[in-house]
């Protein structure tokens, strides 16, 4: 009897040792998973700084902030995606199609107009993706590329193959403006980025998605729209896609 208790005393204190480090472990990799990404950026960042002498001046730093700020609006854009169990295929193809619809009526009608036109593509385009997906069970990845070949042909009707130019000066204002030392690109980045956050997190709307990319069964019973918000998740990606295309436009002027 004695051994037996004993052996059982042994076993519980493993075990709770056990579950105590795979608690240890969990927390590590939460934050790895929530500061990881940073941390290597970070540490890239300096690496640079001195591997280079000319990486740190303000001149490369500002160009470099210009460059991220159009990927940073279409990884938002593939986030949605990502979330609701998807993924996006086309957010090159919609960025592109959103640029030179943006930049097509901004030479006939204004900077205005052609930005509304260019985030209007996004939303159609997106529209039709999310259609697809939800409510006739197209798998995301292989609705993504169809889409990717209609934006590319769009692209290329509405260009002919040629550059358009000659846009208004304030259609550059968003790409090459700045509000003090800080380029406007980057605000509208950063503002977009945070508004998305906001979403997300925020919203019972951002939850459903969540939820549906988790588990599509589990929310449907939970009373969630499922069709409605895989809908909702590729249109918000297109939409966000075709607003990085739209800044990249007004960055290039083209």
């Given at each position: 009897?004695?051994?037996v208790?004993?052996?059982k005393?042994?076993?519980?204190?493993?075990?709770?040792q056990?579950?105590?480090?795979?608690?240890?472990?969990?927390?590590?990799?939460?934050?790895?998973?929530?500061f990881?990404?940073?941390?290597?950026?970070?540490?890239?960042?300096?690496?640079?700084?001195?591997?280079?002498?000319?990486?740190?001046?303000?001149?490369?730093?500002?160009?470099?902030?210009?460059h991220?700020?159009?990927?940073m609006?279409?990884?938002?854009?593939q986030?949605?995606?990502?979330?609701?169990?998807?993924?996006?295929?086309?957010?090159?193809?919609s960025?592109?199609?959103a640029?030179?619809v943006?930049?097509?009526?901004?030479?006939e009608m204004?900077?205005?107009?052609?930005?509304?036109?260019?985030?209007?593509s996004?939303?159609?385009?997106?529209?039709?993706?999310?259609?697809?997906?939800?409510?006739?069970?197209?798998?995301?990845?292989i609705?993504?590329?169809?889409?990717?070949?209609?934006?590319?042909?769009?692209?290329?009707e509405?260009?002919?193959?040629?550059p358009?130019?000659?846009?208004?000066?304030?259609y550059?204002?968003?790409?090459?403006?700045h509000?003090?030392?800080?380029?406007?690109?980057?605000?509208?980045?950063?503002?977009?980025v945070?508004v998305?956050?906001?979403?997300?997190?925020?919203?019972?709307?951002?939850?459903n998605?969540?939820?549906?990319g988790?588990?599509?069964?589990?929310a449907?019973?939970?009373?969630?729209?499922?069709?409605?918000?895989?809908?909702l998740?590729?249109?918000?990606?297109?939409?966000l896609?075709?607003?990085?295309?739209?800044?990249?436009?007004?960055?290039?002027?083209?």
């Amino acid at each position: 009897n004695w051994s037996v208790d004993m052996k059982k005393f042994i076993q519980r204190v493993f075990n709770r040792q056990n579950d105590g480090d795979c608690g240890v472990l969990q927390k590590k990799s939460s934050h790895w998973s929530q500061f990881g990404a940073l941390g290597l950026l970070i540490f890239i960042w300096l690496l640079m700084h001195i591997l280079s002498p000319h990486f740190g001046n303000r001149f490369n730093q500002i160009n470099i902030l210009r460059h991220a700020s159009v990927l940073m609006v279409a990884t938002a854009a593939q986030t949605f995606a990502v979330i609701a169990g998807g993924l996006n295929i086309a957010i090159g193809a919609s960025a592109a199609l959103a640029a030179v619809v943006s930049a097509a009526v901004a030479l006939e009608m204004g900077t205005a107009a052609g930005y509304a036109a260019g985030i209007i593509s996004g939303i159609a385009t997106g529209m039709i993706l999310g259609i697809a997906v939800g409510y006739f069970k197209v798998d995301s990845i292989i609705g993504s590329v169809g889409l990717m070949a209609i934006a590319r042909g769009l692209s290329f009707e509405i260009t002919k193959g040629r550059p358009i130019s000659g846009m208004p000066r304030s259609y550059s204002v968003i790409g090459m403006g700045h509000w003090g030392p800080v380029p406007i690109i980057v605000v509208v980045a950063l503002v977009s980025v945070l508004v998305v956050h906001g979403f997300l997190t925020y919203t019972t709307w951002g939850r459903n998605i969540y939820a549906v990319g988790v588990d599509e069964e589990a929310a449907r019973l939970a009373g969630i729209r499922v069709r409605f918000y895989k809908v909702l998740s590729q249109v918000m990606s297109v939409t966000l896609a075709a607003w990085a295309g739209v800044m990249l436009s007004s960055r290039v002027n083209s």
